[in-house]
């Protein structure tokens, strides 16, 4: 799946470690749940990882932890927001299709989302969407990763600007 997305080796070698460490946690057929997931075991993949928080009624999505790693994709804190919050109407739209389907498929999600929306059509992300589940089965929560690709000089994959 990852092998075929054209991202650099570094990029598609990441997302394959945080695949493997999220199946790993399984139990079965069961998803995994936040609770079977520890950060200490991905330190070095933390300034982009994100957790999403599952919303009904209407269903959205909140972005409960983003990474320091993305504010310089961002710009800016998008920690609590929504998808509605923190894209433009498109990019929200294409989001909000992305997870409903690692939601209603209960399978991971991966893809290539460009950053021409705000302006740094240079700058994209290879991402990886990772379905949890508390009760094993109802994907409740989403674990995320973003590879940043065509990062430049004034955008540090750790959020850390050069003085």
Same mark, same amino acid.
């Given at each position: +799946?990852?092998?075929?997305?054209?991202?650099?080796?570094?990029?598609?070698?990441?997302?394959?470690?945080?695949?493997?460490?999220?199946?790993?946690?399984?139990?079965?057929?069961?998803?995994?749940?936040?609770?079977?997931? *520890?950060?200490?075991?991905?330190?070095?993949?933390? &300034?982009?990882?994100?957790?999403?928080?599952?919303?009904?009624? &209407?269903?959205?999505?909140?972005?409960?932890?983003?990474?320091?790693?993305?504010?310089?994709?961002?710009?800016?804190?998008?920690?609590? *927001?929504?998808?509605?919050?923190?894209?433009?109407?498109?990019?929200?739209?294409?989001?909000?299709?992305?997870?409903?389907?690692?939601?209603?498929?209960?399978? &991971?999600?991966?893809?290539?989302?460009?950053?021409?929306?705000?302006?740094?059509? *240079?700058?994209?992300?290879?991402?990886?969407?990772? &379905?949890?589940?508390?009760?094993?089965?109802?994907?409740? +929560?989403?674990?995320?990763?973003?590879?940043?690709?065509?990062?430049?000089?004034?955008?540090?994959?750790?959020?850390?600007?050069?003085?």
């Amino acid at each position: +799946m990852l092998a075929h997305s054209g991202g650099p080796a570094t990029a598609v070698r990441a997302h394959e470690e945080l695949f493997a460490y999220w199946a790993s946690r399984r139990d079965g057929a069961k998803l995994p749940g936040r609770r079977s997931i *520890h950060p200490a075991h991905f330190k070095r993949h933390l &300034p982009t990882v994100s957790l999403i928080d599952v919303l009904s009624d &209407p269903r959205d999505y909140r972005l409960r932890l983003a990474g320091t790693g993305l504010y310089s994709v961002y710009g800016r804190e998008i920690t609590g *927001h929504t998808l509605g919050e923190v894209y433009n109407s498109a990019s929200a739209e294409y989001w909000r299709a992305e997870l409903d389907k690692v939601v209603e498929q209960r399978r &991971p999600g991966v893809g290539v989302h460009n950053f021409a929306w705000r302006g740094a059509g *240079h700058l994209s992300i290879l991402w990886l969407r990772l &379905p949890l589940a508390s009760n094993g089965v109802d994907v409740d +929560m989403i674990l995320g990763y973003d590879a940043l690709l065509g990062v430049q000089g004034d955008l540090a994959p750790t959020g850390i600007r050069a003085a």
